[in-house]
């Protein structure tokens, strides 16, 4: 009848165990949301400017930041301007152009003090899968334009793009096992999760870079069109 027991006892751990990895498959995930990207919506461009062509040429210093870039290319081409990128000025490809646009990246990721808090006691009620832990991506564009003409150039534009975050993957949730063992996973993962969780980044760029694209894009756009003769 010991043995018995044991048995039973073993089963029932076993069961547990299965129950709370289900658990943590199906509901211990927040999907990427970027709560403030309604703020970087594109500005409305006149399509009266005639077509103004461009040679961009960037300065990134990482794989994300070039795909930021590239976005701002191909807005700017569906905007009606002939933009060349990379352009590289000589004195054969100087004439071939209007403007010529730099564009400097900055970029930077966050994490939250309140990760702490949502991973514990937040496990209790299971808060980063329906609140999902908080990042921050800090991205900037700095724009120099010069006319190619003239031989000017325009004061800086810097464009900021500051993201608020939310997500949270099984990477990062299983730590809500804490209830089997008193909360100690969670509390020591907390101090953890307060830092940036580097595998969010691709999410990111995926989900904004046609947002942000537009974004910078029209910035541009709006200073660029403004220059020309008869501008308003």
Same mark, same amino acid.
């Given at each position: ?179 089997? %063992? ?26 904004? %870079? ?23």
């Amino acid at each position: 009848m010991r043995r018995l027991g044991l048995g039973r006892s073993r089963v029932s751990a076993q069961m547990a165990g299965l129950v709370a990895t289900a658990l943590l498959a199906t509901s211990c995930a927040h999907p990427l949301a970027v709560k403030n990207i309604g703020l970087y919506k594109p500005a409305f461009m006149s399509s009266q400017q005639r077509t103004i062509t461009v040679g961009l040429s960037a300065s990134t210093a990482s794989p994300e930041e070039e795909r930021l870039v590239l976005a701002v290319t191909n807005a700017m081409k569906r905007d009606g301007f002939r933009v060349t990128y990379p352009f590289f000025p000589t004195e054969e490809s100087l004439p071939t152009v209007e403007y010529l646009v730099k564009v400097t990246t900055s970029s930077e990721y966050r994490g939250s003090g309140w990760n702490f808090l949502i991973n514990w006691p937040g496990f209790l009620i299971w808060t980063p899968a329906w609140h999902g832990y908080r990042y921050r991506a800090l991205y900037g564009f700095d724009v120099d334009i010069t006319d190619t003409k003239t031989n000017t150039t325009l004061p800086r534009q810097s464009i900021p793009v500051d993201l608020d975050i939310r997500h949270a993957d099984m990477g990062r949730t299983w730590t809500e096992i804490s209830w089997l %063992e008193w909360s100690a996973i969670a509390f020591v993962g907390g101090l953890i999760f307060t830092r940036y969780d580097a595998d969010v980044t691709p999410l990111l760029v995926d989900a904004t %870079e046609h947002k942000i694209g537009d974004y910078v894009a029209s910035k541009i756009a709006g200073t660029l069109s403004s220059v020309q003769p008869g501008a308003a």
